[in-house]
């Protein structure tokens, strides 16, 4: 019983730890803000957007796509995606800067 109780209290440390790290280059390589160049003046609204789990990551990543369209010409404006991670273990009680 000892052995399973040190086995398991590490894990959520772990998980943080490494999820940390891919969580952060996934961010870097998806933060992109894309903005049409005749945005300027134009009244937006935010299209509903489902959000999607990335595939191939060690944690629960979920990528919420926010676009925002012309209410005249319904054209794409402004678009970005917010990602965020689904806390197994600590439920994110381990915050990094």
Not at 9 to 14: K, S
Not at 72 to 77: F, G, R, V
Request: charged fraction near 20%; hydrophobic fraction near 45%.
């Amino acid at each position: 019983m000892l052995i399973l109780f040190f086995i398991i209290i590490p894990l959520p440390v772990i998980d943080e730890l490494i999820a940390r790290h891919q969580f952060l280059e996934i961010c870097e390589k998806n933060s992109k803000v894309q903005i049409a160049v005749d945005t300027k003046g134009s009244t937006v609204y935010l299209i509903d957007t489902p959000a999607e789990t990335i595939k191939g990551a060690v944690m629960n990543i979920r990528m919420q796509p926010w676009v925002f369209k012309d209410v005249k010409s319904q054209e794409e404006k402004i678009s970005f995606n917010v990602f965020m991670r689904v806390a197994e273990y600590c439920q994110g009680s381990l915050v990094f800067p």
